[in-house]
């Protein structure tokens, strides 16, 4: 059983910066994918950005340049530092780790950010 448990989100002013933290247990494959996205009210969940084993990212357009995602494969933690925060970021943001059998998802943590 994997579990994913994300932490950080919360209340940021336009501008702002906030870290998310995401940390995976259980039986993980050593090869796998993880990443952050996003679903904001009335809008479907969108990819934000992700990382592999070996530090390959990929970010949305949105996100280049203000957003860098990183993990620590010893922890099975990824992390999204998040500067230059817009209203429009504000979403629920969810964690999730791709492996070859399955994919995972964490429970969500609220970004809100005032303009």
């Known amino acids: 059983q994997v579990q994913l448990v994300e932490s950080g989100g919360g209340l940021a002013q336009a501008g702002g910066s906030l870290r998310l933290s995401c940390q995976a247990s259980g039986s993980i494959f050593s090869a796998n994918v993880m990443g952050w996205y996003r679903q904001a009210p009335g809008k479907e969940r969108e990819l934000v950005a992700t990382?592999?084993?070996?530090?390959?990212?990929i970010y949305a357009t949105s996100a280049r340049g203000r957003f860098t995602i990183s993990r620590d494969n010893a922890k099975n933690t990824v992390y999204l530092q998040m500067n230059s925060l817009k209203p429009e970021d504000a979403a629920v943001y969810y964690c999730?780790?791709?492996?070859?059998?399955?994919?995972?998802w964490g429970q969500g943590t609220q970004v809100t950010v005032s303009s």
């Open positions: 999730k780790l791709e492996t070859a059998n399955n994919d995972y």
């Open positions: 990382i592999t084993t070996f530090g390959g990212t």
